[in-house]
């Protein structure tokens, strides 16, 4: 078990560093399920859910193999083209799914790359493209090429069919007895915060720590691994509450962590999303290993959080091989502990006293994020003011609004003139919002602690428009 232990230590310094902005991070089938589901919709049937996986990848870089489906002349321009593509799936050419796009475009711009430098870029070409995702335009997914290969089909079936998952699935199906009993489970209060965890992990490393603890099943046929962790969290003072920052930072570090391809090129995420441990608010990830030489691999989970009482970050991961011979639902038992985990009760002598936070002038933010800058909202229902900035400029436009979140908010400038934009929480998210400018676009926007925006409107330079 000691490459596990490995993939947690890489994790944990990550997070120490915390300064991962998840720059140079690709986005693909295999390490993303939502783009694994975006390619496999039908355009049609499944265009809601087509439109919102486009708008959450929305600045960032995926990679896909695409095939050129169709090329027309952009307006009357005789060497820019648009091209419309297709993605490729194992053997499967998804002509009924997703259409992508590369819009006004010359043949430079298709940054093609590789052996196969074709002098006529043409339909019928399947493609390796990594390209920054423009958002959605009359159905199309419109795509910035970063890098275009042209590569043959048996490249394409090879590379993109995802084996992990498929074996992923299989062992899972088969692992179906939990050892999750409240009456015969052992307990450990990690960070201030008390776990339950099935007695079949009855073995303790003999080098656990308060920052490293880890348990094994005794039986010499159990290969899995418990393991629970502690880091400090970086010194914030004067920016932001620790657990805002640690809010704020998070993402970035799953990022960074799990997307980079830089640290675990040889896994498969399966799920990632946020959760909440004992309340805390967290993130987990479960991803499958690459086949070994032996056709041997891992399964693992691991799940992040921040204790204000312990002012600690804690993990809890849960990891075991295909080879191991028990019938255990390692995975299903590890989300019961989470499940079941809850904060102690701790006397006045034992907790930590945390400064209490200067109230703020705003009520909720909102944010835009790219991958070299951000665009903030500040929302105040007192002054009924908007403050609108960018990182990338210190100005700061402020507007006058009125309205509800839910029904829309009009938001009214007056800069060189007077405009007006309306910005509304999307229907069926509590943490999405879309502004519509005064040319009628449509721009998303996410939740993000009021803190964090705050900080950096607070920060050096930041000064009102006339």
């Given amino acids: 078990m000691k490459r596990f232990v490995s993939f947690v230590s890489v994790f944990l310094f990550l997070f120490l560093v915390a300064q991962a902005e998840g720059k140079g991070v690709v986005y693909s089938v295999k390490n993303h399920p939502d783009l694994y589901e975006l390619i496999h919709l039908d355009r049609v049937k499944d265009s809601e859910r087509i439109e919102s996986i486009a708008s959450d990848f929305e600045g960032k870089v995926i990679e896909l193999y695409l ?15 648009n091209y419309v593509l297709y993605a490729v799936y194992g053997d499967n050419i998804m002509l009924t799914g997703p259409a992508f796009m590369f819009k006004d475009v010359a043949y430079r ?18 493609c390796r493209v990594k390209a920054e995702v423009d958002g959605l335009e009359n159905g199309f997914i419109l ?61 303790l490393m003999e080098d656990s720590t308060d920052l490293w603890t880890t348990y094994y099943p005794h039986e010499e046929n159990y290969y899995a ?19 805002s920052f640690f809010n704020a930072s998070l993402p970035n570090v799953i990022e960074a962590t799990f997307y980079s391809g830089e640290f675990f090129t040889d896994i498969t995420i399966i799920k990632s999303e946020k959760i909440e441990i004992a309340g805390l608010p967290g993130w987990t990830v479960e991803h499958v290993g690459s086949p070994d030489e032996k056709g041997e691999y891992s399964i693992g989970s691991y799940a992040i959080a921040y204790s204000p009482e312990a002012e600690k970050v804690f993990f809890v991961s849960c990891v075991y091989d295909s080879i191991d011979q028990s019938r255990y639902d390692y995975l299903g038992d590890y989300r019961k502990i989470l499940e079941t985990a809850r904060l102690m009760e701790v006397s006045s002598e034992e907790a930590i006293i945390i400064p209490s936070k200067t109230k703020s002038d705003y009520d909720f933010a909102y944010a835009r994020k790219f991958s070299d800058y951000s665009i903030y909202m500040l929302f105040d229902n007192e002054s009924k003011t908007v403050r609108s900035f960018s990182t990338s400029d210190k100005g700061v436009l402020v507007g006058s609004m009125k309205g509800d979140l839910k029904s829309g908010i009009t938001i009214q400038y007056k800069y060189d003139g007077q405009w007006e934009e309306v910005f509304r929480q999307k229907p069926g998210s509590q943490t999405e919002a879309i502004l519509i400018d005064d040319d009628g676009f449509d721009w998303a926007f996410e939740q993000v602690p009021v803190e964090e925006a705050e900080a950096i409107l607070n920060s050096a330079g930041y000064h009102d428009m006339n």
Wanted: proline fraction near 4%; glycine fraction near 6%.
């Fill in 109 to 126: 711009d298709i940054m093609l790359t590789g052996p196969n430098k074709l002098d006529v870029f043409d339909i019928g070409l399947i």
């Fill in 143 to 203: 795509l910035d090429p970063i890098s275009t290969e042209v590569v043959s089909a048996d490249v394409a079936a090879r590379e993109s069919a995802n084996n992990e998952r498929k074996l992923h699935e299989g062992e899972s199906a088969k692992r179906k007895k939990s050892g999750f009993n409240s009456k015969t489970n052992q307990v450990i209060v990690w960070c201030g915060v008390q776990f339950s965890f099935p007695s079949y992990f009855d073995v």
């Fill in 67 to 81: 095939v050129t489906g169709f090329v027309e002349q952009y307006r009357n321009y005789k060497t820019r083209f």
């Fill in 225 to 243: 691994s418990l393991m629970f962790q502690s880091a400090d969290l970086l010194d914030v003072e004067g920016l932001m509450d620790p657990q």
